[in-house]
């Protein structure tokens, strides 16, 4: 045990740190920090050795130190030197002694930082044990252990459901009971990974300690329950209080480098089972039979994943894996429409007429640019028009419609299997009253009078001063949403200029006999190369959005965890949309719509002549563009996710063994592991969330999204498992009753996608030109009306436009191979030169609007009306699921009830005797 001197508090309170930085508080000022570092005299810890009272620290001048130990040479032992006491973490921190630098008076303050922090942490009740580096004598590894008392008088501060008895409740056998053989090919083997006893459960109170189901205390608080409540402790310790202010928390001391890391322990090597008595081998477990390829095609052992990562890692797979399985049905309807598409691609009319070199050879098309661009014959575009007829049929409409209510289906299905998980993880009643975060507490100087107990309470800032930030925050995400607008307006500048290249540098032959430019139209390649440079932006975008959100949120400084990862959720997103989607958004809708015709173009910041769309739409190009950017996406991910993190940890192995054969213990080997962060499952739901929303949002562009989206989740959902049970340290566990902000935002991509869907197929695709030409000018005005043909649509959507009429005619456009030819044909619905109406639109044209804006209306009422049934009639909670929830509740309260009156009775029993005297107290029988 090491002593300091009062010289050395007094020191350390001169010392200069950053003002208002996280974990700092007026010490004067900080009564919520009461309930959340309790005194070791209000735990019942008295007798624990080292857990004494501890307030400021002027008046107490001993400091206690963890005692080093040596290495004993037991790589996957979990426990102290003693073997009896667990590990619940490791603090990592470099010895200053050891270190070669002249901070000499910096590597001081945090040595003395640190003192005060450990010898805080052992009065708090807690027990600590030091053992040196193996390979790097510089490193310190703190092994940090919570006794019996600690982890009850915490386990009741944090209101910690925890077992009171077994669950007796009968599982109702399933209609599918008999089809099991056909699916136990899928499951988890059980022989390996046992299921998990069920229990009632209730929040644990000290003073009712015997309701409780306790068999053994080792095992009673299992691993990932004790390294929540330790990393609640340690966020919450005092460091140093310099003056009148006070500075805690682990995060401050990590992120400030006086410990390089805190983290729990994975319990083995995942490669092998831990041969170690007491020690679990789950993380084996959970890469043999999870993250392992092999076991690729097998359902996800999500109870044991909820016990050794916590309920919020749990449900996070949980919803992928069952979005992943919505998928498997989605994937199989889209590739049955394209299916359809590319069987029927030779029956498409107009695809042939564009073709034909009688008919698509001898349509002479207007130049899509000013002065550089060449006329152009249609049929150079058979090859895009051939592709289009696949994704540009009846079955887009009906994939449509079908996705409208599989994105339904999906989000009422997944409601109920969350309200399942709820129940069998035991979050239905999830304490709502949430801690506060350590940054949240450190900033609430100010004083209130709570409204609803007119008590008084502190908070970080006043009401003025809340929405004075709350108006900085929006206006900062207001502007860097308007930096991606600007990025996508390059994009377009981008299009239109390199359009005009593509256009005068690829060969001119208006006959289209070409090789190359038989498959490289100049739309084609402007619309690949945008694509590609899109995307790269996207990407650069991301990681810088990425930190400017967190800043914001910071900086708006939510209450809790919870609060905190919603407000940078929303941000996020809102970022991510923009970003992703934009250029999708410009293509679909605003592409080729506002072009004016050749005599009169509309031009684009004054300069630039708008983007024309090809004869057949823009609907080829936003599938090429979603290609793409799904696509890259995909891979990206997997680099990062993957290739990144096995490199890192590689460099880290190999820097630190040095050519060492030791024998590393096991907190010594996660050290070497990747940091995954407070924020990492964040990241994975974005990710999805995105991929949902090209999914739902653009699919009747692309049919074949969900099948590209079902491969990637698969291979997602392992890649995921392999990286957090290999590559990266083992999270803190936590606490979730469902996935958060993530549910209201993929209701609003549902309710969007409608629309969405509706206008792609009304405005993008030539789907409703071609019905109305069909049912209303196909057929001659005194024809046979009972025969239908869409024989002439490429020549009735084509108008004329006489090359007389062209502006600055001198200026010159290529009139080279013309021919006898006095007009040039483009895309739109007006009457021809010489018309009294010339170069207006005429009657086909507003037929066509009435007929897209009808088709909107009925699309979106019908699919909406379904969707609203669907919704109704699948309730949000199974039946089954609700009779069990009332019943265990109505069994936990009887069972207390009952403990509670034998209590009474004994009580009474005690005191009064058998014949009614008085008895001595001590002689009453205890409560089993």
Same mark, same amino acid.
């Given at each position: 045990?090491?002593?300091?001197?009062?010289?050395?508090?007094?020191?350390?309170?001169?010392?200069?740190?950053?003002?208002?930085?996280?974990?700092? %508080?007026?010490?004067?000022?900080?009564?919520?920090?009461?309930?959340?570092?309790?005194?070791?005299?209000?735990?019942?810890?008295?007798?624990?050795?080292?857990?004494?009272?501890?307030?400021?620290?002027?008046?107490?001048?001993?400091?206690?130190?963890?005692?080093?130990?040596?290495?004993?040479?037991?790589?996957?032992?979990?426990?102290?030197?003693?073997? !009896?006491?667990?590990?619940?973490?490791?603090?990592?921190?470099?010895?200053?002694?050891?270190?070669?630098? +002249?901070?000499?008076?910096?590597?001081?303050?945090?040595?003395?930082?640190?003192?005060?922090?450990?010898?805080?942490?052992?009065?708090?009740?807690?027990?600590?044990?030091?053992?040196?580096?193996?390979?790097?004598?510089?490193?310190?590894?703190?092994?940090?252990?919570?006794?019996?008392?600690?982890?009850?008088?915490?386990?009741?501060?944090?209101?910690?459901?925890?077992?009171?008895?077994? +669950?007796?409740?009968?599982?109702?056998?399933?209609?599918?009971?008999?089809?099991?053989?056909?699916?136990?090919?899928?499951?988890?083997?059980?022989?390996?990974?046992?299921?998990?006893?069920?229990?009632?459960?209730?929040?644990?109170?000290?003073?009712?300690?015997?309701?409780?189901?306790?068999?053994?205390?080792?095992?009673?608080?299992?691993?990932?329950?004790?390294?929540?409540?330790?990393?609640?402790?340690?966020?919450?310790?005092?460091?140093?209080?310099?003056?009148?202010?006070?500075?805690?928390?682990?995060?401050?001391?990590?992120?400030?480098?006086?410990?390089?890391?805190?983290?729990?322990?994975?319990?083995?090597?995942?490669?092998?089972?831990?041969?170690?008595?007491?020690?679990?081998?789950?993380?084996?477990?959970?890469?043999?039979?999870?993250?392992?390829?092999?076991?690729?095609?097998?359902?996800?052992?999500?109870?044991?994943?909820?016990?050794?990562?916590?309920?919020?890692?749990?449900?996070?797979?949980?919803?992928?894996?069952?979005?992943?399985?919505?998928?498997?049905?989605?994937?199989?309807?889209?590739?049955?429409?394209?299916?359809?598409?590319?069987?029927?691609?030779?029956?498409?009319?107009?695809?042939?007429?564009?073709?034909?070199?009688?008919?698509?050879?001898?349509?002479?098309?207007?130049?899509?640019?000013?002065?550089?661009?060449?006329?152009?014959?249609?049929?150079?575009?058979?090859?895009?028009?051939?592709?289009?007829?696949?994704?540009?049929?009846?079955?887009?409409?009906?994939?449509?419609?079908?996705?409208?209510?599989?994105?339904?289906?999906?989000?009422?299905?997944?409601?109920?299997?969350?309200?399942?998980?709820?129940?069998?993880?035991?979050?239905?009643?999830? !304490?709502?009253?949430?801690?506060?975060?350590?940054?949240?507490?450190?900033?609430?100087?100010?004083? %209130?009078?709570?409204?609803?107990?007119?008590?008084?309470?502190?908070?970080?800032?006043?009401?003025?001063?809340?929405?004075?930030?709350?108006?900085?925050?929006?206006?900062?995400?207001?502007?860097?949403?308007?930096?991606?607008?600007?990025?996508?307006?390059?994009?377009?500048?981008?299009?239109?200029?390199?359009?005009?290249?593509?256009?005068?540098?690829?060969?001119?032959?208006?006959?289209?006999?070409?090789?190359?430019?038989?498959?490289?139209?100049? !739309?084609?390649?402007?619309?690949?190369?945008?694509?590609?440079?899109?995307?790269?932006?996207?990407?650069?975008? /991301?990681?810088?959005?990425?930190? %400017?959100?967190?800043?914001?949120? +910071?900086?708006?400084?939510?209450?809790?965890?919870?609060?905190?990862? +919603?407000?940078?959720?929303?941000?996020?997103?809102?970022?991510?949309?923009?970003?992703?989607?934009?250029?999708?958004?410009?293509?679909?809708?605003?592409?080729?719509?506002?072009?004016?015709?050749?005599?009169?173009?509309?031009?684009?910041?004054?300069?630039?002549?708008?983007?024309?769309?090809?004869?057949?739409?823009?609907?080829?190009?936003?599938?090429?563009?979603?290609?793409?950017?799904?696509?890259?996406?995909?891979?990206?991910?997997?680099?990062?996710?993957?290739?990144?993190?096995?490199?890192?940890?590689?460099?880290?192995?190999? /820097?630190?063994?040095?050519?060492?054969?030791?024998?590393?213990?096991?907190?010594?080997?996660?050290?070497?592991?990747?940091?995954?962060?407070?924020?990492?499952?964040?990241?994975?739901?974005?990710?999805?969330?995105?991929?949902?929303?090209?999914?739902?949002?653009?699919?009747?562009?692309?049919?074949?999204?969900?099948?590209?989206?079902?491969?990637?989740?698969?291979?997602?959902?392992?890649?995921?498992?392999?990286?957090?049970?290999?590559?990266?340290?083992?999270?803190?566990?936590?606490?979730?009753?469902?996935?958060?902000?993530?549910?209201?935002?993929? !209701?609003?991509?549902?309710?969007?996608?409608?629309?969405?869907?509706?206008?792609?197929?009304?405005?993008?695709?030539?789907?409703?030109?071609?019905?109305?030409?069909?049912?209303?000018?196909?057929?001659?005005?005194?024809?046979?009306?009972?025969?239908?043909?869409?024989?002439?649509?490429?020549?009735?959507?084509?108008?004329?436009?006489?090359?007389?009429?062209?502006?600055?005619?001198?200026?010159?456009?290529?009139?080279?191979?013309?021919?006898?030819?006095?007009?040039?044909?483009?895309?739109?619905?007006?009457?021809?030169?010489?018309?009294?109406?010339?170069?207006?639109?005429?009657?086909?044209?507003?037929?066509?609007?009435?007929?897209?804006?009808?088709?909107?209306?009925?699309?979106?009422?019908?699919?909406?009306?379904?969707?609203?049934?669907?919704?109704?009639?699948?309730?949000?909670?199974?039946?089954?699921?609700?009779?069990?929830?009332?019943?265990?509740?109505?069994?936990?309260?009887?069972?207390?009830?009952?403990?509670?009156?034998?209590?009474?009775?004994?009580?009474?029993?005690?005191?009064?005797?058998?014949?009614?005297?008085?008895?001595?107290?001590?002689?009453?029988?205890?409560?089993?």
């Amino acid at each position: 045990m090491q002593m300091m001197t009062r010289d050395v508090l007094l020191e350390m309170e001169e010392e200069d740190d950053e003002d208002g930085e996280i974990g700092d %508080v007026p010490a004067s000022k900080r009564p919520f920090l009461a309930p959340h570092t309790p005194h070791a005299s209000s735990l019942g810890m008295e007798n624990i050795e080292g857990a004494t009272t501890f307030g400021a620290l002027e008046n107490q001048p001993d400091f206690q130190t963890p005692e080093f130990e040596e290495f004993n040479g037991k790589p996957d032992s979990l426990f102290f030197n003693d073997g !009896q006491r667990r590990i619940d973490f490791v603090l990592v921190y470099e010895d200053e002694s050891k270190k070669e630098t +002249n901070k000499k008076g910096t590597n001081e303050k945090q040595r003395k930082k640190r003192q005060v922090y450990e010898s805080n942490l052992i009065r708090g009740g807690l027990q600590l044990e030091a053992t040196r580096s193996v390979v790097d004598d510089k490193l310190v590894f703190v092994k940090v252990h919570a006794p019996w008392d600690v982890l009850c008088a915490y386990a009741e501060i944090m209101h910690i459901k925890l077992p009171l008895r077994p +669950n007796d409740l009968k599982t109702r056998s399933s209609a599918f009971t008999n089809f099991n053989w056909f699916t136990k090919v899928l499951q988890v083997n059980e022989d390996i990974i046992k299921p998990e006893q069920e229990f009632f459960t209730a929040p644990f109170e000290k003073s009712r300690m015997n309701d409780f189901y306790i068999q053994d205390k080792d095992v009673f608080f299992n691993p990932a329950t004790r390294s929540r409540i330790v990393y609640f402790i340690l966020s919450r310790i005092e460091y140093q209080v310099s003056g009148n202010v006070s500075k805690f928390g682990i995060n401050k001391l990590v992120n400030s480098g006086i410990y390089k890391a805190a983290f729990p322990l994975h319990d083995c090597n995942f490669s092998c089972p831990s041969e170690e008595n007491g020690c679990p081998s789950e993380r084996f477990l959970l890469y043999k039979e999870w993250a392992h390829p092999r076991s690729i095609y097998k359902k996800q052992p999500l109870d044991l994943i909820r016990k050794y990562y916590g309920e919020k890692i749990g449900i996070y797979f949980a919803w992928l894996g069952y979005y992943t399985k919505m998928l498997l049905l989605a994937a199989v309807v889209g590739v049955a429409c394209f299916l359809y598409g590319l069987i029927n691609q030779n029956n498409c009319t107009w695809s042939k007429e564009v073709c034909n070199p009688d008919i698509g050879g001898k349509i002479i098309m207007c130049p899509q640019c000013d002065r550089l661009c060449p006329f152009w014959k249609l049929n150079i575009t058979c090859e895009s028009s051939k592709k289009l007829c696949i994704f540009d049929s009846f079955g887009t409409l009906v994939f449509a419609v079908f996705m409208g209510v599989w994105v339904t289906l999906f989000l009422e299905f997944w409601k109920r299997r969350q309200a399942e998980l709820e129940y069998e993880w035991d979050t239905v009643e999830l !304490q709502q009253e949430e801690q506060p975060r350590p940054e949240y507490e450190a900033k609430c100087t100010h004083v %209130v009078i709570n409204e609803i107990t007119q008590e008084e309470e502190r908070i970080p800032f006043s009401t003025w001063g809340k929405c004075i930030r709350i108006t900085l925050c929006a206006s900062a995400v207001f502007f860097w949403i308007l930096l991606i607008i600007a990025s996508v307006i390059g994009i377009i500048v981008y299009r239109l200029s390199v359009f005009i290249v593509f256009s005068t540098k690829l060969p001119k032959n208006l006959n289209g006999t070409d090789p190359i430019q038989k498959y490289l139209t100049p !739309q084609t390649a402007t619309t690949i190369t945008a694509s590609i440079i899109s995307f790269i932006i996207i990407m650069i975008l /991301n990681i810088i959005y990425e930190k %400017v959100a967190i800043l914001i949120t +910071n900086f708006e400084l939510p209450r809790t965890q919870t609060d905190y990862e +919603n407000s940078l959720t929303m941000k996020m997103f809102l970022f991510q949309f923009v970003n992703y989607y934009s250029s999708c958004f410009y293509i679909a809708f605003f592409k080729g719509k506002f072009v004016g015709y050749p005599g009169e173009p509309v031009y684009w910041l004054g300069k630039y002549r708008n983007e024309e769309c090809d004869p057949g739409g823009c609907l080829l190009e936003l599938t090429t563009q979603l290609t793409i950017i799904m696509g890259g996406k995909a891979i990206w991910n997997n680099i990062q996710e993957v290739l990144l993190p096995w490199i890192k940890n590689l460099i880290g192995r190999c /820097n630190s063994v040095s050519g060492s054969e030791k024998v590393t213990p096991r907190w010594e080997q996660d050290y070497h592991l990747q940091l995954m962060g407070r924020l990492g499952l964040f990241y994975e739901y974005l990710e999805m969330i995105i991929q949902f929303g090209f999914v739902t949002l653009f699919v009747a562009s692309f049919p074949l999204a969900p099948l590209l989206a079902l491969i990637n989740n698969i291979l997602e959902i392992r890649v995921d498992a392999w990286k957090m049970t290999t590559q990266y340290r083992r999270m803190v566990p936590e606490k979730a009753q469902d996935i958060g902000a993530w549910q209201p935002i993929m !209701q609003g991509i549902a309710i969007m996608a409608v629309v969405t869907n509706a206008m792609i197929i009304a405005f993008t695709s030539d789907m409703i030109p071609r019905l109305v030409y069909y049912w209303s000018f196909s057929v001659p005005p005194y024809g046979d009306h009972s025969h239908y043909t869409m024989e002439g649509y490429i020549n009735n959507t084509l108008s004329y436009f006489n090359i007389a009429d062209f502006k600055n005619k001198s200026d010159g456009n290529p009139y080279i191979g013309l021919g006898n030819h006095t007009t040039c044909r483009y895309r739109d619905f007006r009457y021809p030169p010489g018309h009294p109406q010339e170069y207006k639109h005429n009657i086909y044209y507003w037929h066509v609007i009435a007929a897209k804006l009808a088709f909107i209306i009925v699309m979106e009422h019908l699919i909406y009306s379904v969707k609203f049934f669907i919704s109704y009639a699948i309730p949000d909670v199974s039946k089954s699921t609700k009779s069990k929830i009332e019943r265990e509740k109505y069994l936990t309260q009887k069972f207390l009830r009952e403990n509670h009156l034998n209590d009474i009775t004994k009580n009474l029993g005690g005191i009064f005797g058998k014949g009614g005297e008085v008895t001595d107290n001590n002689t009453r029988p205890k409560s089993e």
